[in-house]
Every structure is written in structure tokens, then in C-alpha cells.
């Protein structure tokens, strides 16, 4: 796989990799200022792999998926040449991966009574005939709703709107829930190579695998400014350990458990062996060119310490004291549902996973809320903005239980779901019973354990006709 070994006067570039296995080594007061030479940026080159993540590697990571919703219309796109037999009523839409002249991908969603079919024109040929059946590759129950799930190609193009300078094969998982005006994706795929580190004379070189992912999902590596809200994040996974994964680098002190982060967020520098780095890629990611900088603020710095591995709060363990913020701003506090029955699920927009299994929720959340039952969907580690705007679409409409959202940043030592409830992943949800005791605790979409658990609070969950 092509990289670009880094020279051996940034060998304290690989001096921090190999600090980073322990948790104190790691986060070392900076050494002293760097002389000129370490200050030249490295270039690094990416190949494009289609699956690099794959929901399994997403999943073994410990990383969730950033949907983008795509919204169809009953107007067909100019360049539609053929089509398949509908059964049902076709919505059309556009997908765009790239920024060349041939980034837009044709899309049709067959709506029929039960279910959809899904036609993509991967080859851009006009012809959506040609390109599959239209079965969606499995539909799951996911407390109570239906959720078609597919992978699909779609062609990525790079360069200008005139001229293609390159071009892949590009893979996004797509999701469709009944209710859907159209359905949902995020790609799996991501530009990897390997970082060449530490030749010197005193030490051999080591590679160490690298992703590069991007979660506005349109194929483009640009890294959003500070309080940019039209792009997401872009992130440098780096394996340290080799285990294929980017779930962090686990480590011990005494007999504490400690994370250190592998995934960073391109937007801010990050630190390794108290030497601090910017990684900036090409907008179609094929390289990566990463510059040692000054330290930045403490802010930045929190951010990036090893967290503790602290295991989810045990069945009958006092359910620990929060305020955090309504959509309105105003404050609220766990103790505002005290003698209730609360269900609190932690979740973030950019949570596929979260958003699959809220119409599940607001279900069994209709049939317990007269047994004095409240369910108390806490937004975690996401942007205010963003989460105004999700609740302003989908409050009293989609979803009638109460939201709120914990404004510290993840790795705060404010933070409800880091530092209160230990939450390994979103979502999580709690069980709380009348007495503020915590019942039972779940992370992911798990309706029928929950189901059993409400049962032991004194809380019936009916059956549909």
C-alpha cells in the first residue's frame, strides 16, 4: 500500500506513538522548541479503499455513522433513460460524491404499500434497470419498525466541473424507515495507507495503518473551520496497537484502566509524546501532509488525555444527579421526574444508530406513559445548533417525549454521559425506577430486554392487536 516514510528528523513523531502506550508517557510536558528542520511538513499518500469502514470495523472501532438524509421528489432527473417496473410510486433524487463531472448518481425509490425497492445507476448509463434488482439487502425489526438496510456503489469523481482528474469506487450504507420522505446513508469508504515512523540510528522504523474518513459523506477531505456547520468533521484513525481497530489504546496505572484516543479530529492539533501535529488532507484525500506545530490551548489539550475505563453503573446503584438544558434553554434536572419510571437514552444527530431506533422509542413510549413513565432523551457531545435544528423538524411531530441536551464536550469532566453514567457508545439507555435507582442499563437498540426490564419496575408493556 503506498505511503511515504516520515525523515528521521521526526523521530519524535515516532517517539510519541510509542509513548502513547502508556497514559502519563503519552501527555509529557513538550519538549523543548523544535529546531527548523522538524518544523517541514511530511506528505503521506492515501489509496482509496471502498469498505475501509465497513460496518464491522465501525462497530469493532466503536464508532457510530453520520447520516445524511437525502429527500426525494416525484420530479424525474433530467438524464433518466430507462427504468425498471415500479409496482409502486417512484421519488427520485441525486447523490453527489466527489467535486469532477461525473459526481451525481441517479436514485430512485420505489414506494409501495409494503416496503421499497431501491434502484441506484451506479454505471451513470440513465439506465436504472441495469444496476440490480431493486431488494434492499435485509430488512430488520428494530423495536417495532420495519428498517430497510442496503450497501451500495456509487461512482466518486474528483477534479473540476469540467475535467475529471480521478475517479473510484465509492460505497455508502443506506438506511429507510417507513415513515422516511426519502432514506439516509453515510459512506464506509475512506482513503488508507501506512505512516513510516522512526529512522534513526538508535531504533528500526515502524508503519502504522492509518484511515482518513470524512462524514459529510460526499467524498470531499476538506476539514471544516472551528464552528463550521456546513461540513463535518474529518478524522485521522491511526492503529497503534495493530488490532485493526481504532477503538484507542488501552493501557494501565495501578489497577486503573486507561483509553487513549486513536481517532482525531483533523479541525484541531493533535499531541503525541508532548509534540503537537496538524494533519491537513487534499480535498480528494489522497494526501495527507502533517506539520508539528506549537501547543495549542488547554481547551484542545483536555480533549486528547486518556480517559478512564469505568464500567456502566450496576442495577441498583443511585441514578447520579444532572441539570442539563432543555430546547428552550431552561434548565433540567433528573430530579425533576422524581417517583417516575424515566428511560434515559443518550443519543447525538450524527448517531445513525440513534436515529434508526428513536421511532421504536416514541412506540413504546405511547404504550407506557399512562403507568407514569417518561422517557428522557438526552442529546450527548453534539452541536446546539444542530440539535435545535433536529428538534425543531421532529418534536411534537415524530416524537412526543422530553428532550434535552448536555452542553460539555466529550472528555469534560462536566460531562453526564462521560463522567456520570460511563456510556461506552451511542445509544445507550438507562432504566430508572421510581426510587432514582438505576434498573438496568443497554447500549444500542435493544426493545426486548427493555421490555423485560420495565416489567420488573411494575411497568406492563401491551402487546399490538
Not at 73 to 84: F, H, I, S, Y
Not at 164 to 182: H, K, L, N, Q, V
Not at 345 to 356: I, V, Y
Request: net charge negative; charged share 25%.
Amino acid at each position: 500500500m503506498p505511503h511515504s516514510p516520515i525523515r528521521s528528523s521526526l523521530w519524535r513523531f515516532a517517539c510519541g506513538f510509542i509513548g502513547a502506550i502508556t497514559a502519563t508517557s503519552a501527555f509529557a510536558a513538550p519538549p523543548p522548541a523544535a529546531d527548523d528542520d522538524l518544523r517541514e511538513p511530511v506528505k503521506v499518500r492515501l489509496t482509496l479503499n471502498p469498505t475501509a469502514l465497513d460496518m464491522d470495523r465501525l462497530k469493532a472501532s466503536r464508532m457510530g455513522y453520520m447520516p445524511t438524509a437525502l429527500k426525494l421528489a416525484a420530479a424525474k432527473p433530467a438524464g433518466v433513460v430507462k427504468e425498471p417496473a415500479y409496482e409502486g410510486t417512484p421519488r427520485y433524487g441525486i447523490i453527489r460524491v466527489g467535486n469532477g463531472p461525473k459526481s451525481d448518481t441517479i436514485v430512485v425509490v420505489d414506494v409501495r404499500e409494503a416496503g421499497s425497492r431501491l434502484y441506484i445507476d451506479s454505471n451513470q448509463n440513465g439506465d436504472l434497470s441495469d444496476d440490480g434488482t431493486g431488494e434492499w439487502d435485509v430488512t430488520r425489526d428494530i423495536n417495532g419498525t420495519n428498517v430497510e438496510f442496503a450497501t451500495r456503489p456509487v461512482r466518486v469523481s474528483w477534479g473540476t466541473p469540467t475535467e475529471e482528474t480521478e475517479s473510484g469506487d465509492y460505497r455508502i450504507f443506506i438506511f429507510r424507515r417507513p415513515d422516511m420522505d426519502g432514506f439516509s446513508y453515510a459512506t464506509i469508504s475512506g482513503r488508507e495507507g501506512k505512516v513510516e515512523l522512526g529512522e534513526t540510528p538508535e531504533a528500526d522504523g515502524k508503519e502504522y495503518p492509518i484511515v482518513l474518513a470524512e462524514h459529510t459523506n460526499d467524498a470531499l477531505y476538506t476539514v471544516p473551520a472551528k464552528g463550521d456547520l456546513t461540513r463535518r468533521m474529518v478524522e485521522l484513525c491511526v492503529d497503534f496497537d495493530g488490532d485493526g481497530t481504532f477503538k484507542g489504546l488501552m493501557s494501565k496505572e495501578g489497577d486503573k484502566e486507561f483509553r487513549s484516543p486513536e481517532r482525531f479530529n483533523l479541525a484541531d492539533p493533535f499531541r503525541i509524546d508532548g509534540q503537537w501535529y496538524m494533519a491537513r488532507p487534499s480535498i480528494s484525500g489522497a494526501e495527507l501532509t502533517i506539520t508539528p506545530v506549537d501547543p495549542p490551548g488547554s481547551d484542545v489539550a483536555s480533549l486528547q488525555k486518556p480517559v478512564e475505563v469505568r464500567p456502566m453503573l450496576e442495577p441498583g446503584t443511585t441514578a447520579p444527579a444532572f441539570t442539563v438544558e432543555t430546547p428552550e434553554g431552561k434548565p433540567l434536572s433528573l430530579a425533576d421526574f422524581k417517583g417516575k419510571v424515566v428511560i434515559l437514552d443518550f443519543w447525538a444527530t450524527w448517531c445513525g444508530p440513534c436515529l434508526s431506533s428513536m421511532p421504536g422509542l416514541e412506540k413504546l413510549y405511547q404504550k407506557v406513559k399512562d403507568q407514569n413513565v417518561e422517557v428522557l432523551s438526552l442529546n450527548v457531545y453534539d452541536d446546539k445548533d444542530s440539535f435545535a435544528e433536529w428538534v425543531a423538524a421532529n418534536r411534537g411531530t415524530k416524537y412526543n417525549f422530553t428532550f434535552a441536551i448536555d452542553l460539555a464536550e466529550k472528555g469534560s469532566t462536566e460531562s453526564v454521559a462521560g463522567q456520570k453514567y460511563n456510556v461506552p457508545g451511542l445509544p445507550t439507555l438507562y432504566l430508572i425506577d421510581r426510587e432514582g435507582k438505576v434498573a438496568a442499563a443497554f447500549v444500542g437498540a435493544q426493545e426486548a430486554k427493555l421490555i423485560e426490564a420495565l416489567a420488573t419496575v411494575g411497568v406492563e408493556v401491551k402487546e399490538d392487536e
